[in-house]
C-alpha cells in the first residue's frame, strides 16, 4: 500500500455575486492581480454568459500562497465554482444577490465574512408593479445576521457615486478595510493604480469603502424603511393661512400630519380656498368619524381621507401639468438631476399627447360637454390635436404657451374636468360616509381605494374602472364579517397586475363563494389572502 | 470590431519560449495554437469561446507574420468545411464555435471531413456551454464524436493540460487521419491560470504551397465506393491508431492512492471539482494528492479498454463521474468490464444524478456515497497530513459540520424565498431592440394577440419581462422558418422575429428564401443593430464599420429582395415607436400576398457607447459645442402605475420614493446610467401613458449665440416664474 501524503495548505475562497455590468469581473481581476503580486497561486473563474446583459452572476476565486505549492512540490488544483459551507467571504454588489448567495447555502456561520452593499437596484418584477412591488430589504440584513460570521453592509453604490467612481472601487475598499483578507491597503492600493484607469476616483472610491468597512459595527443596523411625515409648523405667514393652520391643529394629533401635506398640496394646486374647501370636508369626515369611535381606531377614517380626498382635489389635469412642468423649481430640478455644470446650458423636451377628452376637461362645463358630444367638430379636433408633441419649455414660444395654460387655474372651477372630478369625489365620500356608519373598517377601506386612481388618460381609465368595481363590491360586502379584510385583500389585487387578472380571479372567487355556500357567511372563509 | 478591445491580450500571444503565461483558458488555447504550427483557424463566434475569435481578429499582425489564415466564418457549417484543407495537405487547421448548438450546425460538413478522414491535423475546440450560466438546451458534445467517429478530448481544467491537449490534439489527429474535437467547459474558458510557453511556430507547409501544387485523392471524397471503405477504415486502421497514440503519449493520466481496492474513474474536465470534493471528505489535498486512486480520462471518446482493465485490476469496486446524459462512458465501461468478465462493481450515475451538473457538491456526495458503500474506512480517517494534524483536516472538518445542519435550513434564511427576485438578462440600458417590443406589445393591443416565433440573439429577452412576447425558438437564423406552418388563410397572421446575425448565419434562405417559395403570409421582422451583439459585438456583413479585413455594408434590404420580396418596410431608427408600431399594424393587415418583411435598423447601443463615447469627451475636451441627452421623470408628475416600465424593462428607468407624504406608490426615475436613447419619451407617446418624462438636452461648450439667446429666454422665464413662486411663497405653510 503506497504512501500518499496530503500536504498543508487551504486555499481563501471567495465568491462575488455582482450583476451583469457592475464590475464583478474587474473585482475578482484585481483580488488575483494583487494576490499574485503579493506571492500568491490565485485563480479566478467565472460564468457570465448570457448573464452580462443585465443578469446575476457569479465569479469566483482561490487564492493560496505559493510557499505551500512549492512546500508540496506541484502546482495547486483550485476549485472552480464555490461549494456551499465553504466560503471565507463572500462580497455581494447588490443587496438581494447578498440574500441569493445565502440562499444557495454560500454564506456559513463558522466562517464566512459577508460585505453586501445595501443599495437595490430593483429587478422588472419589483419595478413593473402597478403599486409598490419593492421587496424588504430588512430580510436580507435578517437572514445575514444568522448566516454571516460577521456581516457588513452599507451602501457601496453611493459611496462609489460620491468619489465618482464605480462600485468594483468602493467594494475593494470595504474587502481591505474588513481585513478579511491577508494583504495591506497598500497591496489593494497598488492593483488599483497598476490598472492604470481612473485611478484617482478609483482610489478616493476605495478609501471610502475602507473607511466604512474598518469603522462598521459587529451588529449592522436595519434599514429604515418608514417613510416620513411632514412636522406641523407652529405658524404660517399669511393670516388665512395661518387660520387653516390653526383649524388643521384642532383636528386629533393623529391626522394633523397628513393634514398638513394636504393643505400644502391644495394651496399649491389651486389656492388657500380650496384648501379651506378641503378642511371643511375633512371636518365633517372627522364629526362622523368621532361618533363611530374613532379614537379608539386612532381616527383611521379621518386619516385616510385626509390622504385621499387631497389627492382627489388635486387630479391632474392639463393645467397641473403645465404648472409643474414651468415651475423655476423644476427648471432648478433638472439641472442638478442630469448633473450639468456651471456654464452648461440644459433645455427640457416633453413628450405630450393631447386628448380631446383633456381638452374639453379644461374647457367651461356647457362647451366642454357640447365639445365632447359633436361629432363633427370634436373629430376634427380629434384629428388635428390628437398626436404625440414635443414642447420645448425652455423656449420663449412653449413656455408662454404652457405657462398661459397654467394660468388657467383661476378657471379651473368652472372646467367640464373639474365638474366630473367632484361629482365623482361626492359619490365616492357618500359612499365611504354611508358604509362607515355601519361598518368603521370597510369604509376607512373604501377611502382607501382611491388609491387606484392615478396616471393618465389610458391608465386613469383603466383605475377608474377597477375602482368603481371595489366600489360596487364595497356595497355587497357592506354587512359581512371581514367585509374590510376583503376589500383589502381586492384592493392587492388590483394593483398586483396590470391586466387585472389577479382582481378578476379574487373577484370571480368572492362570487362563486357566495353561490356554493348560499350565505354571505362563507366570505371570510373563501377569501384569499393577500 | 468587438465589444471589447484585446490589444493587450494579443501581445501575450507573442510571449516567448520559456516564460509564463497568465491569463484565461481560452486565451491559452489561442496561444497553443500558434505553438502548434497551426496553418488556418476559422469560427464562429459565441460564449464561451468568443474571446478566441475576438483575439485573433485584433491579431492580424502577428498572424500574418506566421503565416497564419484567420476567418471569421459565416456560420459553423463554413467552419466545419474549412477544415476540408486538412484533408489533402499536411496543414493544421482548427475550428471554433459554441456548444452543441454549433456542433448541430456544423455536423453536415463534420460527418463528411470524418468520413474521409484528414492529413493535416484538425482540431474543432467546441465550448462547452453546460450548467450555470448556459444560454442553450442541455445536451453532451459527446454524442457527435461518437456517431462520426472524432477523438474527444476533456482535459483538466489548468492552462498546462488545456494547452498540452492542443497540441496532443493536432498529434493526434495526424497519427490517426481523424479530425479531433477539444471540449472546452465554460469555467476553464473563463479560468485565469498559468503554463509556461514555447516558441510559436510557422506552419510547415502552407495554403500557399496548396495553391501552388493541388492535390486530389478520390479515396478521401466520400462518394461510393469510397465511403463504404472509410467506414472500414475507421475501425480498422484509425481507431487502433489512435489508442496506440493515447496510450503512448499517456493522454489520459493514473493518480496512485492508499485505499488501493477502490478508484475514481473521471472526465478530465471534472478533475479540479473530484479533488475539492476528496479534499472535503478528507482524502485529497489542494494540489491533487489523493488518498483515492484516479484514473483521469483527459480523452473521453475512445475508450481505451486496456486502461479502464489496467485501472480496475484488483479494485472491488470504482466510482464513475461522467457529467451529462446519457451515459455513454459508463455503458461503455460495463460492456468492457464484462467482456473481459471483470468483477470489479462499477458506480456511477446510480450514486451520482443521471442529469444536470456535476458541481463540487453533487460530486463530493457522490463520492461519500459511493465511499460508504464500498470503503467506508476511507470516510473515518483523515490523519496522513504532511504536519499530523494540518489546515486542512480543520477545514473539511467544519465543512462536515455546516453540512450538517445546513443554514439554508434557518428560518430567515428560508424567508428570503419571499425577498429575493429572479433576476433573468434583459436588453441593456438604451438597447434599440427595446422600443420594437413596446411597439409589438402596443400593436397587439390594437390587434390583439398574435403567434410570435422568436430567434437566437438579443432579441431573444423579449420573451421574459416585462415584454411576455414570443412562444418558440428554434435555433439561430430559425425565426421565419419556425413559422413556416402557419402558412395558413386567417385573418391573424403569425410575426417572426430575427436578428442580423441570424439572417446572415442562415436565415436569409432559411427564413426569407422559405418564405418567398411557399408565399408565406407571415411578418417577419429582422433586428439589424448593426453587429452579431448577443456574441459580443462581432462584425458581419451588413455592419456599417470600416472593417479594413472584411467586406461589410452590404444592406439586408438588398438581399432581401435579391430573394424575391416585395413587402419590405425599412425603419432606419428604432426609437421611433410609433412609427414602428404603425409598420407592424400595416404589415399584419395589408392585403398584398407573400411574406412581410421589416427590417428594423439601429445600432446596438452597448457597442455605439462604446465608440461614440470617447469621442465625445474629446470633443468636449477641444472646447466644441456638443449636446449631451438624457431622460428623466417629474416625480411630481408621475403617479407611481409603472405602465412605462412594463413597456420598457430599462436597467436605467427605475423607481424610487415620491417624497411626498401623500403618494403612497414609488414613482419612476431614471438614474445616471441613461444614454438617451430616446425610448421613454417615444414609449410615453405612442402609448399615450403621461407626461412626466422629458429629455434634457445638456449643450456643453454653448456658442456666444447660445449664451445670449439663453440670457433673452432666461431674462423672460425667469421674470415669469419668480412671479408664480412669489405667490406660492406668500402662502407658504
Same mark, same amino acid.
Given at each position: 500500500m503506497s504512501q500518499i501524503v496530503l500536504h498543508p495548505g487551504t486555499p481563501i475562497k471567495i465568491a462575488i455575486l455582482a450583476m451583469g455590468g457592475q464590475g464583478g469581473g474587474v473585482l475578482a481581476d484585481w483580488t488575483v492581480e494583487m494576490a499574485e503580486a503579493a506571492g500568491w497561486w490565485a485563480q479566478t473563474t467565472s460564468v457570465p454568459g448570457v448573464a452580462q446583459r443585465t443578469g446575476a452572476t457569479i465569479y469566483y476565486v482561490e487564492?493560496?500562497?505559493?510557499?505551500?505549492?512549492?512546500?508540496?512540490?506541484?502546482?495547486?488544483?483550485?476549485?472552480?465554482? !464555490?461549494?456551499?459551507?465553504?466560503?471565507?467571504?463572500?462580497?455581494?454588489?447588490?443587496?438581494?444577490?447578498?440574500?441569493?448567495?445565502?440562499?444557495?447555502?454560500?454564506?456559513?456561520?463558522?466562517?464566512? @465574512?459577508?460585505?453586501?452593499?445595501?443599495?437595490?437596484?430593483?429587478?422588472?418584477?419589483?419595478?413593473?408593479?402597478? #403599486?409598490?412591488?419593492?421587496? +424588504?430589504?430588512?430580510?436580507?440584513?435578517?437572514?445575514?445576521?444568522?448566516?454571516?460570521?460577521?456581516?457588513?453592509?452599507?451602501?457601496?453604490?453611493?459611496?462609489?457615486?460620491?468619489?465618482?467612481?464605480?462600485?468594483?472601487?468602493?467594494?475593494?475598499?470595504?474587502?481591505?478595510?474588513?481585513?478579511? %483578507?491577508?494583504?495591506?491597503? &497598500?497591496?489593494?492600493?497598488?492593483?488599483?493604480?497598476?490598472?492604470?484607469?481612473?485611478?484617482?476616483?478609483?482610489?478616493?472610491a476605495f478609501a471610502l469603502g475602507f473607511e466604512a468597512a474598518a469603522s462598521a459595527p459587529a451588529e449592522p443596523a436595519p434599514i429604515n424603511t418608514s417613510r416620513a411625515l411632514p412636522d406641523v409648523p407652529g405658524h404660517a405667514a399669511d393670516p388665512r393661512v395661518q387660520a387653516l393652520l390653526d383649524d388643521v391643529r384642532r383636528f386629533p394629533t393623529a391626522a394633523q400630519p397628513l393634514l398638513v401635506a394636504g393643505v400644502r398640496r391644495l394651496i399649491d394646486y389651486q389656492d388657500v380656498a380650496y384648501a379651506q374647501d378641503y378642511l371643511r370636508t375633512l371636518q365633517g369626515l372627522r364629526e362622523l368619524d368621532a361618533k363611530a369611535g374613532g379614537d379608539a381606531r386612532d381616527w383611521a377614517l379621518t386619516q385616510a381621507a385626509a390622504r385621499y380626498v387631497a389627492v382627489a382635489m388635486s387630479y391632474d389635469d392639463v393645467i397641473r401639468v403645465a404648472d409643474l412642468k414651468t415651475r423655476g423649481s423644476r427648471f432648478e430640478r433638472v439641472r442638478?438631476?442630469?448633473?450639468?455644470?456651471?456654464?452648461?446650458?440644459?433645455?427640457? @423636451?416633453?413628450?405630450?399627447?393631447p386628448r380631446l377628452e383633456e381638452i374639453c376637461g379644461t374647457l367651461p362645463a356647457p362647451l366642454g360637454r357640447w365639445l365632447e358630444?359633436? *361629432?363633427?367638430? #370634436?373629430?376634427?379636433?380629434?384629428?388635428?390635436?390628437?398626436?404625440?408633441?414635443?414642447?420645448?419649455?425652455?423656449? %420663449?414660444? /412653449?413656455?408662454?404657451?404652457?405657462?398661459?395654460?397654467?394660468?388657467?387655474?383661476?378657471?379651473?372651477?368652472? @372646467?367640464?374636468?373639474?365638474?366630473?372630478?367632484?361629482?365623482?369625489?361626492?359619490?365616492?365620500?357618500?359612499?365611504?360616509t354611508r358604509i362607515a356608519a355601519a361598518d368603521y373598517a370597510l369604509g376607512v377601506e373604501v377611502l382607501n381605494c382611491r388609491r387606484l386612481i392615478k396616471g393618465y388618460s389610458g391608465t386613469h381609465d383603466r383605475g377608474d374602472k377597477r375602482f368603481e368595481r371595489l366600489m360596487s363590491a364595497a356595497d355587497r360586502l357592506l354587512g359581512q364579517p371581514d367585509a374590510a379584510a376583503t376589500l383589502r385583500g381586492l384592493r392587492e389585487a388590483a394593483l398586483a397586475d396590470e391586466e387585472g387578472k389577479a382582481l378578476d380571479a379574487q373577484l370571480a372567487q368572492l362570487l362563486r363563494g357566495r353561490a356554493a355556500a348560499g350565505s354571505p357567511q362563507a366570505l371570510d372563509t373563501r377569501r384569499v389572502a393577500a | 470590431m468587438a465589444e471589447r478591445s484585446f490589444k493587450k491580450e494579443v501581445q501575450q500571444l507573442r510571449i516567448p519560449a520559456g516564460e509564463e503565461f497568465r491569463g484565461e483558458g481560452i486565451l491559452a488555447v489561442t496561444k497553443a495554437l500558434l505553438q502548434s504550427g497551426v496553418g488556418y483557424v476559422a469560427g464562429y463566434q459565441g460564449s464561451p469561446i468568443s474571446h478566441l475569435m475576438d483575439v485573433l481578429a485584433d491579431a492580424k499582425e502577428i498572424l500574418d507574420e506566421l503565416g497564419v489564415h484567420f476567418e471569421a466564418s459565416a456560420s459553423e457549417a463554413t467552419a466545419a468545411a474549412t477544415l476540408a484543407a486538412s484533408v489533402h495537405y499536411p496543414i493544421r487547421g482548427a475550428v471554433t464555435w459554441k456548444s452543441t448548438v454549433g456542433t448541430n450546425v456544423a455536423s453536415d460538413a463534420l460527418a463528411n471531413l470524418a468520413s474521409g478522414g484528414v492529413t493535416g491535423g484538425a482540431l474543432i475546440i467546441i465550448g462547452e456551454d453546460y450548467g450555470e450560466g448556459s444560454s442553450i438546451m442541455q445536451e453532451r458534445s459527446h454524442a457527435f464524436a461518437m456517431k462520426s467517429q472524432m477523438w474527444l478530448l476533456d482535459p483538466r481544467p489548468n492552462l498546462e493540460s488545456i494547452v498540452k491537449a492542443v497540441e496532443d490534439g493536432f498529434e493526434l489527429s495526424e497519427a490517426s487521419s481523424t479530425p479531433v474535437m477539444l471540449e472546452m467547459r465554460i469555467r476553464s474558458c473563463h479560468v485565469h491560470g498559468r503554463f509556461i510557453t514555447r516558441e510559436n511556430r510557422r506552419p510547415a507547409f502552407s495554403l500557399a504551397d496548396a495553391l501552388a501544387n493541388p492535390r486530389r485523392d478520390t479515396g478521401r471524397i466520400v462518394l461510393p465506393p469510397a465511403s463504404f471503405l472509410h467506414e472500414h477504415e475507421k475501425i480498422r486502421d484509425r481507431w487502433p491508431a489512435a489508442v496506440k497514440f493515447i496510450r503512448e503519449r499517456k493522454l489520459n493520466e493514473f493518480f496512485d492512492g492508499d485505499f488501493e481496492d477502490v478508484g475514481l474513474i473521471l472526465q478530465g474536465g471534472l478533475y479540479n471539482g473530484v479533488i475539492r470534493g476528496l479534499q472535503l471528505l478528507g482524502l485529497a489535498d489542494s494540489f491533487g494528492n489523493s488518498r483515492i486512486p484516479l484514473y483521469v480520462m483527459n480523452v473521453t471518446y475512445p475508450v481505451i479498454d486496456d486502461q $479502464?482493465?489496467?485501472?480496475?485490476?484488483?479494485?472491488?469496486? $470504482?466510482?464513475?463521474?461522467?457529467?451529462?446524459?446519457?451515459?455513454?462512458?459508463?455503458?461503455?465501461?460495463?460492456?468492457?468490464?464484462r467482456k473481459a468478465g471483470v468483477a470489479t462493481k462499477l458506480a456511477g450515475k446510480d450514486v451520482l444524478p443521471m442529469a444536470g451538473e456535476y458541481t463540487t457538491q453533487v460530486m463530493r456526495d457522490g463520492i461519500e456515497a459511493f465511499l460508504k458503500a464500498n470503503e467506508p474506512r476511507a470516510?473515518?480517517?483523515?490523519?496522513?497530513?504532511?504536519?499530523?494534524?494540518?489546515?486542512?483536516?480543520?477545514?473539511?472538518?467544519?465543512?462536515?459540520?455546516?453540512?450538517?445542519?445546513?443554514?439554508?435550513?434557518? !428560518?430567515?434564511?428560508?424567508?428570503?424565498?419571499?425577498?429575493?427576485?429572479?433576476?433573468?438578462?434583459?436588453?441593456?440600458?438604451?438597447?434599440?431592440?427595446?422600443?420594437?417590443?413596446?411597439?409589438? *406589445?402596443?400593436?397587439?393591443?390594437? %390587434?390583439?394577440?398574435?403567434?410570435?416565433?422568436?430567434?437566437?440573439?438579443?432579441?431573444?429577452?423579449?420573451?421574459?419581462? !416585462?415584454?411576455?412576447?414570443?412562444?418558440?425558438?428554434?435555433?439561430?437564423?430559425?425565426?421565419?422558418?419556425?413559422?413556416?406552418?402557419?402558412?395558413?388563410?386567417?385573418?391573424?397572421?403569425?410575426?417572426? $422575429?430575427?436578428?442580423?446575425?441570424?439572417?446572415?448565419?442562415?436565415?436569409?434562405?432559411?427564413?426569407i428564401g422559405n418564405a418567398v417559395f411557399n408565399k408565406n403570409d407571415g411578418v417577419i421582422v429582422i433586428v439589424?443593430?448593426?453587429?452579431?451583439?448577443?456574441?459580443?459585438?462581432?462584425?458581419?456583413?451588413?455592419?456599417?464599420?470600416?472593417?479594413?479585413?472584411?467586406?461589410?455594408?452590404? !444592406?439586408?434590404?438588398?438581399?432581401?429582395?435579391?430573394? #424575391?420580396?416585395?413587402?419590405?418596410?425599412?425603419?432606419?431608427?428604432?426609437? &421611433?415607436?410609433?412609427?414602428?408600431?404603425?409598420?407592424?399594424?400595416?404589415?399584419?393587415? @395589408?392585403?398584398?400576398?407573400?411574406?412581410? $418583411?421589416?427590417?428594423?435598423?439601429?445600432?446596438?447601443?452597448?457597442?455605439?457607447?462604446?465608440?461614440?463615447?470617447?469621442?465625445?469627451?474629446?470633443?468636449?475636451?477641444?472646447?466644441?459645442?456638443?449636446?449631451?441627452?438624457?431622460?428623466?421623470?417629474?416625480?411630481?408628475?408621475?403617479?407611481?402605475?409603472?405602465?412605462?416600465?412594463?413597456?420598457?424593462?430599462?436597467?436605467?428607468?427605475?423607481?424610487? +420614493?415620491?417624497? +411626498?407624504?401623500? *403618494?403612497? +406608490?414609488?414613482?419612476?426615475?431614471?438614474?445616471?446610467?441613461?444614454?438617451?436613447?430616446?425610448?421613454?419619451?417615444?414609449?410615453?407617446?405612442?402609448?399615450?401613458?403621461?407626461?412626466?418624462?422629458?429629455?434634457?438636452?445638456?449643450?456643453?461648450?454653448?456658442?456666444?449665440?447660445?449664451?445670449?439667446?439663453?440670457?433673452?429666454?432666461?431674462?423672460?422665464?425667469? /421674470?415669469?416664474?419668480?412671479?408664480?413662486?412669489?405667490?406660492?411663497?406668500?402662502f407658504a405653510l
Open positions: 487564492l493560496l500562497p505559493e510557499s505551500a505549492a512549492q512546500a508540496a512540490g506541484r502546482p495547486p488544483a483550485l476549485a472552480m465554482m !464555490p461549494t456551499p459551507g465553504d466560503v471565507d467571504l463572500v462580497v455581494a454588489a447588490e443587496l438581494m444577490e447578498a440574500g441569493r448567495a445565502m440562499q444557495r447555502g454560500l454564506v456559513t456561520p463558522d466562517r464566512t @465574512t459577508l460585505i453586501t452593499s445595501t443599495h437595490r437596484s430593483y429587478a422588472v418584477a419589483e419595478k413593473a408593479a402597478p #403599486g409598490n412591488g419593492i421587496a +424588504d430589504p430588512n430580510k436580507v440584513i435578517d437572514a445575514g445576521r444568522e448566516a454571516a460570521k460577521r456581516l457588513l453592509c452599507f451602501d457601496l453604490q453611493q459611496l462609489a457615486e460620491r468619489a465618482g467612481s464605480v462600485i468594483s472601487a468602493s467594494l475593494f475598499g470595504a474587502i481591505a478595510g474588513s481585513g478579511a %483578507l491577508p494583504f495591506a491597503r &497598500d497591496a489593494f492600493e497598488e492593483t488599483i493604480r497598476h490598472g492604470g484607469v481612473g485611478v484617482e476616483a478609483s482610489l478616493r442638478s438631476e442630469v448633473g450639468a455644470k456651471a456654464g452648461q446650458l440644459v433645455y427640457t @423636451t416633453e413628450f405630450m399627447h358630444n359633436s *361629432k363633427a367638430v #370634436g373629430g376634427f379636433i380629434r384629428r388635428r390635436v390628437e398626436k404625440g408633441r414635443r414642447v420645448q419649455t425652455g423656449t %420663449l414660444t /412653449w413656455f408662454l404657451a404652457l405657462y398661459g395654460v397654467a394660468g388657467m387655474r383661476r378657471f379651473r372651477r368652472a @372646467t367640464l374636468r373639474h365638474r366630473i372630478e367632484t361629482a365623482h369625489l361626492r359619490d365616492w365620500l357618500e359612499r365611504a | $479502464v482493465l489496467e485501472f480496475c485490476d484488483g479494485k472491488r469496486a $470504482v466510482l464513475l463521474l461522467e457529467e451529462g446524459q446519457p451515459d455513454f462512458i459508463e455503458q461503455n465501461l460495463h460492456a468492457i468490464l470516510l473515518a480517517t483523515g490523519e496522513h497530513t504532511a504536519d499530523g494534524r494540518g489546515h486542512d483536516q480543520a477545514a473539511c472538518e467544519s465543512a462536515q459540520k455546516s453540512a450538517a445542519v445546513p443554514i439554508t435550513f434557518h !428560518p430567515n434564511v428560508q424567508a428570503l424565498a419571499s425577498v429575493v427576485p429572479p433576476r433573468p438578462a434583459g436588453f441593456c440600458t438604451g438597447c434599440p431592440e427595446r422600443p420594437i417590443f413596446a411597439a409589438m *406589445k402596443l400593436a397587439q393591443a390594437d %390587434l390583439g394577440e398574435h403567434h410570435i416565433s422568436c430567434d437566437i440573439g438579443c432579441h431573444l429577452f423579449s420573451i421574459l419581462p !416585462p415584454f411576455n412576447l414570443g412562444a418558440t425558438t428554434m435555433g439561430y437564423g430559425l425565426g421565419a422558418a419556425s413559422s413556416s406552418a402557419f402558412n395558413v388563410k386567417h385573418g391573424k397572421r403569425s410575426i417572426s $422575429v430575427m436578428g442580423d446575425g441570424g439572417f446572415w448565419h442562415n436565415g436569409l434562405t432559411s427564413g439589424d443593430n448593426f453587429y452579431s451583439s448577443a456574441t459580443g459585438g462581432q462584425d458581419i456583413l451588413s455592419s456599417r464599420a470600416d472593417n479594413p479585413d472584411r467586406t461589410t455594408k452590404n !444592406p439586408i434590404e438588398k438581399a432581401i429582395r435579391g430573394a #424575391g420580396v416585395k413587402w419590405v418596410r425599412t425603419i432606419d431608427r428604432t426609437y &421611433d415607436v410609433a412609427r414602428m408600431r404603425d409598420t407592424l399594424e400595416e404589415a399584419l393587415t @395589408t392585403t398584398a400576398d407573400g411574406p412581410k $418583411v421589416i427590417i428594423a435598423q439601429s445600432e446596438c447601443m452597448l457597442n455605439k457607447q462604446r465608440r461614440v463615447k470617447p469621442l465625445f469627451n474629446k470633443a468636449v475636451k477641444a472646447g466644441e459645442r456638443v449636446v449631451k441627452e438624457r431622460f428623466g421623470v417629474d416625480p411630481d408628475v408621475c403617479t407611481g402605475d409603472h405602465a412605462c416600465i412594463r413597456l420598457s424593462g430599462c436597467p436605467s428607468l427605475s423607481v424610487k +420614493d415620491s417624497g +411626498d407624504p401623500l *403618494k403612497e +406608490d414609488p414613482v419612476a426615475h431614471v438614474d445616471s446610467s441613461c444614454v438617451g436613447c430616446g425610448n421613454c419619451g417615444e414609449v410615453a407617446e405612442a402609448a399615450v401613458l403621461c407626461p412626466s418624462f422629458y429629455r434634457a438636452d445638456i449643450i456643453h461648450n454653448p456658442t456666444f449665440r447660445d449664451r445670449f439667446v439663453a440670457r433673452m429666454r432666461g431674462a423672460v422665464i425667469g /421674470w415669469l416664474q419668480r412671479r408664480r413662486a412669489a405667490r406660492l411663497a406668500r
